[in-house]
């Protein structure tokens, strides 16, 4: 039986290329040794992580003026990353749509910055997306965004008008499976596991005129220090720089950005028309805010949806189990899940429902 694998992250990869790391895992291009075992100072690692740092630029077009940086840590190190960084006046602008948000702005107060909430989608729990309702404060710092909101299961697509001051993005959820123009941003991070690669590796992007102000930052939370050394201040995460870089290749191939975004679309699509004509199941997101990449959907019953999450694992739809703050299931359709996967949780669901009524 095949197997779907929706989980939200770490997630499904491509593959050719979990068949690649197995074929090359013993003994990586004739080395004798495996990329498990090289050094990253070695000739052969700097081949992949300058061929992954290039793969990258050049999928999403990145202007010569922004570094790409290669962290671990998480998303989650990038909330202390950024207003570190970036926050010089340690005042910050949030638009608050949801979990991810809140915790991007609890981690920026614990290092001294203050978060003015510049728009909130709290009075519809979270299932639209915060609208700006006035002109942003010009001495903020930066604002913080969140692209996709992988629990609430909202995207933005449309930027919000914030003048001189950068947008600051988290992109964890919908990095490179929905386009957005790298310029319109000063800062752009990203967690691998969801649309990139294993966990493990942290991509940043950041525009070079807004790093080297601060002295003495914590050297492993330096934009400025790692883009000196090139992301090898220390030892970087050696696999998943690799894997991840095994993934750009496959986007390449498969016809770079468009192409991924356009299968994303019709991914979504066939999931979201299927919903919206179901009389059991509901996506509670206001049409014009879905995510591409993370639906969730929920039956309004409790002990059904566990039936579906549980039954539907038995047919090898799996990892459908929604987020525990907002319960029912999730299916998340990054890059690597393929058309027949949707096709075949449509057609699961449709048939439970026809059983279920
Ligand atoms: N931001 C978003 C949008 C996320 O979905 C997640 C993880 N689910 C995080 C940040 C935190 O990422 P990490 O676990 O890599 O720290």
Known sequence: MSIYNFSAGPAVLPQPVIAQIQAELP?????????LEISHRSNLFEQVLHDAEQDLRDLLTIPDNYHVLFFQGGGTLQFTAAPLN?????RIGLLDSGHWAQRAAAEAERVGTKVHVLASGAETNFKQLPILARPVDQNLDYV????????????TTALPNTGRVPLAADMSSNFLGESYQVSDFGLIF?????????????????????IGHVDNLPSML????????????????????YAAGLVLKWL?????LDTMVARNHAKAALLYDFLDQSRLFTNPVKTSDRSTMNVPF????????????QDAQEHGLVNLKGHRL?????ASLYNAMPLAGVQALVDYLDNFEAHHR
């Open 86 to 90: 970036l926050a010089r006046h340690h």
């Open 252 to 256: 390449k191939q498969q016809g770079g």
């Open 298 to 309: 929920i039956t309004g019953n409790t002990d059904l949806d566990n039936q579906v999450i």
């Open 222 to 241: 330096d934009y400025q220090l790692f883009a000196a050394k090139n992301s090898m201040f220390n030892t970087p995460p050696v696999f998943a720089i």
């Open 190 to 210: 990203a967690g691998a596991q969801k649309n990139l690669g294993p966990a493990g590796l942290t991509i940043v992007i950041v525009r070079d005129d807004l």
């Open 144 to 155: 913080h965004l969140t692209t996709n909101n992988t629990i609430e299961g909202t995207m």
């Open 27 to 35: 003994s990586f291009q004739d080395s004798g040794m495996s990329i």
């Open 326 to 330: 907002v319960g029912g299931m999730r």
